[in-house]
């Protein structure tokens, strides 16, 4: 079963086109970046992969399901971390999984349960009985990503997940992130960091709302710097 299916996709601001026949597959525990400058139509993509908005063209499935015809079913099987936090600074980090779990039906010791093995996971067992707002940087995307999966998604979608941490945060995140593609998750990560990405990674460069390359962060950069290699096909050689 197909993780992410995405066929002949587009989606237009007025005359502006954002996305423009996009076509991707990501498999079950595969770890693919989606490399692109801003405005390549990253965001729009995320935005129509979690039906903010709603594909006029083309077809979305999740875990096999279909985004525009059973979109309900679709999005229990969707994990996300967006860009910008979404987290209850006031409330404590398991309280803060605990109201999210009850978004998706699960309480009591369920829900005890599944917090407490997300913690356990992400190392910040010590930290649950803590105000979000007493944590660093690093450790909210922690709790963002354990939110995420408190439910057991098939797919996980992340955009821009490490913006605005230290060099050690990003690490971190990021290694725990190809942990979870090795277990059997599939991860659709948006970034313009290319340091973010090993060489086995699948990598779709997405540039002016089209594809330019869907291949292994290897295969895509050769001999050269993968940084090189997305500047070139970018247009924005140095």
């Not at 994990?79 to 979404?86: A, E, I, K, L, R």
């Not at 277990?183 to 997405?206: K, N, P």
Request: aromatic share 4%; glycine share 8%; charged share 20%.
């Amino acid at each position: 079963m197909t993780g992410i299916e995405i066929s002949c996709l587009g989606y237009s601001y007025g005359a502006k086109r954002a996305l423009d026949d996009l076509n991707l597959q990501v498999a079950p525990g595969q770890f693919c970046a989606l490399l692109g400058p801003n405005g390549a139509g990253k965001s729009t993509l995320f935005s129509l992969l979690t039906r903010l908005f709603v594909a006029p063209e083309g077809r979305i499935l999740l875990a096999g399901l279909d985004l525009a015809r059973q979109p309900r079913a679709a999005m229990a099987r969707l994990g996300v971390v967006f860009q910008q936090p979404t987290l209850d600074l006031d409330l404590t980090v398991r309280r803060n999984l605990l109201y999210f779990a009850a978004l998706h039906g699960i309480a009591g010791r369920a829900a005890e349960a599944r917090v407490t093995a997300a913690l356990d996971r992400l190392g910040m067992a010590e930290r649950a009985g803590e105000p979000v707002r007493a944590l660093n940087g690093g450790h909210r995307r922690r709790m963002e990503i354990a939110r995420a999966l408190i439910h057991d998604p098939a797919v996980l979608l992340l955009d821009e997940p490490t913006v605005g941490l230290d060099a050690a945060a990003r690490v971190a995140i990021t290694d725990h992130v190809h942990d979870l593609a090795a277990q059997g998750l599939t991860v659709l990560w948006a970034t313009h960091l290319t340091d973010e990405i090993r060489d086995t990674d699948r990598v779709a460069v997405l540039h002016r709302g089209r594809l330019l390359a869907d291949s292994t962060a290897a295969d895509l950069r050769g001999a050269q710097s993968l940084q090189t290699a997305f500047l070139r096909l970018t247009g924005d050689e140095p």
